[in-house]
């Protein structure tokens, strides 16, 4: 594994992987302490459960709206200029984040964010798999998403902090340098005009993304996406949520619980991505991971029982004291876990979804499937747990999050299998 870390570290040789790695460092820090200071809003402003799963629909709605188009004009156009762009919006996300008064200012801030989030995340993907070596595009995946994850965990880390230690504004003025030193970055070491292999008169839209669900694994990892999602995005709205409204855990101290998490994605990407390259069967880490990560969902609720059971313990950090329940300890240990689930799911779904765009030379197109599939249950899903932790319970919401993602995978499983036997079948009639 340290091999496989030193490998991912060697790549910051390479200044064009440094620029984008910025891009997802600054796109990562951002998402990560604003779902911190999402929790601190509901808390402020007495949301309910519906209002909070709004902060995580509104979000997804704008990208929704934006992935399709969005994956062709990167795929037709100069995908450095969009990566500038992105970073400009994001900019002036945080400074209308400084100035919200209401629930309803920080929904309509997230979907500005939902619109930056989309052109950073589409066209920093599409990039690094255009740009890496053949053969290598495990590696160049595993390795940046290794950084954004490292990012997250500073966002976490740093992000808790400073909402804990200060204010929203001096956040999200740091945020804001973050993301002008990104920019500062590909605009210096980005080449011109990096991808945009695709001629725009080859192909339309719906000629390009219906060839790409003419593929069977295509087929099968959208079809996986839009129910797992459902579960996920309840984990990553409502957690920290959780954490501050029932047991009053400290802006700090949520942010540790999310770098548990973070931090085994940071370490453990890198070396799954080279385990894809090297293995090959990719579907089989999707599936995995995406089960752990059911287990680890349904694990939440044990937060209720470890905050009556586990005796606090009090920290001390610059200057203060942090008192840290039963609670803290279960949600860090289901966040560490969740952490895993995804790096071994994380890298193998990115490099399917890239080999396959690779066959049509759309990229950006097979990562605009990838990602319009995850918006659908990152569209409803929010809202309604929202409506089952108003109805039910926050016990019954993280459940059927998890029921959600155990039926994914098992869809997958079973699709996936289904396709590759008639794959196989067709191929030897040919023969």
Same mark, same amino acid.
């Given at each position: 594994?340290?091999?496989?870390?030193?490998?991912?570290?060697?790549?910051?040789?390479?200044?064009?992987?440094?620029?984008?790695?910025?891009?997802?460092? =600054?796109? !990562?820090?951002?998402?990560?302490? *604003?779902?911190?200071?999402?929790? &601190? $809003? %509901?808390?402020? /402003?007495?949301? @309910?459960?519906?209002?909070?799963?709004?902060?995580?629909?509104?979000?997804?709605?704008?990208?929704?709206?934006?992935?399709?188009?969005?994956?062709?004009?990167?795929?037709?156009?100069?995908?450095?200029?969009?990566?500038?762009?992105?970073?400009?919006?994001?900019?002036?996300?945080?400074?209308?984040?400084?100035?919200?008064?209401?629930?309803?200012?920080?929904?309509?801030?997230?979907?500005?964010?939902?619109?930056?989030?989309?052109?950073?995340?589409?066209?920093?993907?599409?990039?690094?798999?255009?740009?890496?070596?053949?053969?290598?595009?495990?590696?160049?995946?595993?390795?940046?998403?290794?950084?954004? =994850?490292? !990012?997250?965990?500073?966002?976490? *880390?740093?992000?808790?902090?400073? &909402? $804990? %230690?200060?204010? /929203?504004?001096? @956040?999200?003025?740091?945020?804001?340098?973050?993301?002008?030193?990104?920019?500062?970055?590909?605009?210096?070491?980005?080449?011109?005009?990096?991808?945009?292999?695709?001629?725009?008169?080859?192909?339309?839209?719906?000629?390009?993304?219906?060839?790409?669900?003419?593929?069977?694994?295509?087929?099968?990892?959208?079809?996986?996406?839009?129910?797992?999602?459902?579960?996920?995005?309840?984990?990553?709205?409502?957690?920290?949520?959780?954490?501050?409204?029932?047991?009053?855990?400290?802006?700090?101290?949520?942010?540790?619980?999310?770098?548990?998490?973070?931090?085994?994605?940071?370490?453990?990407?890198?070396?799954?991505?080279?385990?894809?390259?090297?293995?090959?069967?990719?579907?089989?880490?999707?599936? %995995?991971?995406?089960?752990?990560?059911?287990?680890?969902?349904?694990?939440?609720?044990?937060?209720?029982?470890?905050?009556?059971?586990?005796?606090?313990?009090?920290?001390?950090?610059?200057?203060?004291?942090?008192?840290?329940?039963?609670?803290?300890?279960?949600?860090?240990?289901?966040?560490?876990?969740?952490?895993?689930?995804?790096?071994?799911?994380?890298?193998?779904?990115?490099?399917?979804?890239?080999?396959?765009?690779?066959?049509?030379?759309?990229?950006?197109?097979?990562?605009?499937?990838?990602?319009?599939?995850?918006?659908?249950?990152?569209?409803?899903?929010?809202?309604?747990?929202?409506?089952?932790?108003?109805?039910?319970?926050?016990?019954?919401?993280?459940?059927?999050?998890?029921?959600?993602?155990?039926?994914?995978?098992?869809?997958?499983?079973?699709?996936?299998?289904?396709?590759?036997?008639?794959?196989?079948?067709?191929?030897?009639?040919?023969?």
């Amino acid at each position: 594994m340290s091999s496989g870390l030193g490998r991912s570290v060697a790549l910051f040789r390479d200044r064009e992987f440094a620029a984008l790695a910025g891009t997802a460092f =600054a796109r !990562s820090q951002a998402y990560s302490t *604003v779902l911190i200071a999402l929790a &601190l $809003y %509901a808390e402020q /402003f007495d949301t @309910t459960g519906f209002v909070e799963g709004l902060f995580g629909t509104s979000f997804a709605l704008a990208q929704l709206l934006i992935v399709l188009p969005l994956g062709r004009k990167i795929d037709t156009g100069n995908a450095k200029r969009f990566l500038l762009a992105g970073l400009v919006v994001n900019v002036a996300v945080f400074g209308g984040f400084a100035l919200v008064e209401n629930a309803t200012h920080v929904v309509l801030m997230r979907v500005a964010q939902g619109v930056g989030a989309s052109i950073l995340w589409i066209t920093g993907s599409t990039v690094v798999g255009e740009i890496s070596p053949d053969d290598q595009s495990g590696r160049w995946l595993g390795s940046y998403n290794q950084v954004a =994850a490292f !990012s997250s965990l500073a966002g976490d *880390v740093v992000g808790g902090y400073l &909402l $804990y %230690a200060y204010d /929203f504004r001096l @956040t999200y003025l740091v945020l804001s340098l973050v993301t002008i030193g990104a920019f500062v970055l590909v605009f210096a070491f980005l080449r011109d005009n990096p991808g945009g292999k695709t001629d725009p008169a080859e192909a339309t839209s719906v000629e390009t993304f219906r060839t790409l669900l003419g593929r069977p694994m295509v087929r099968a990892l959208v079809s996986f996406r839009l129910t797992f999602s459902f579960g996920k995005m309840a984990v990553i709205i409502f957690l920290p949520i959780l954490a501050r409204t029932e047991f009053g855990i400290s802006a700090f101290a949520i942010g540790w619980i999310l770098a548990g998490g973070k931090l085994t994605k940071s370490i453990l990407q890198g070396y799954t991505g080279e385990l894809t390259d090297r293995i090959g069967r990719k579907p089989y880490f999707v599936a %995995a991971g995406a089960l752990l990560y059911g287990v680890g969902t349904a694990a939440i609720p044990l937060s209720y029982v470890a905050e009556g059971t586990l005796n606090p313990v009090t920290v001390g950090f610059a200057g203060n004291t942090v008192e840290l329940g039963g609670a803290f300890f279960a949600l860090f240990a289901a966040y560490g876990l969740l952490g895993v689930a995804d790096s071994l799911r994380l890298p193998a779904s990115m490099s399917l979804f890239v080999d396959e765009g690779e066959r049509f030379d759309s990229v950006a197109s097979s990562m605009s499937l990838r990602s319009i599939s995850w918006k659908v249950g990152q569209v409803i899903g929010p809202a309604v747990v929202g409506i089952i932790i108003d109805l039910v319970s926050t016990t019954a919401a993280f459940l059927t999050a998890a029921g959600f993602i155990v039926v994914a995978t098992t869809v997958f499983t079973v699709v996936q299998a289904r396709e590759r036997q008639t794959t196989a079948t067709v191929s030897t009639l040919g023969d």
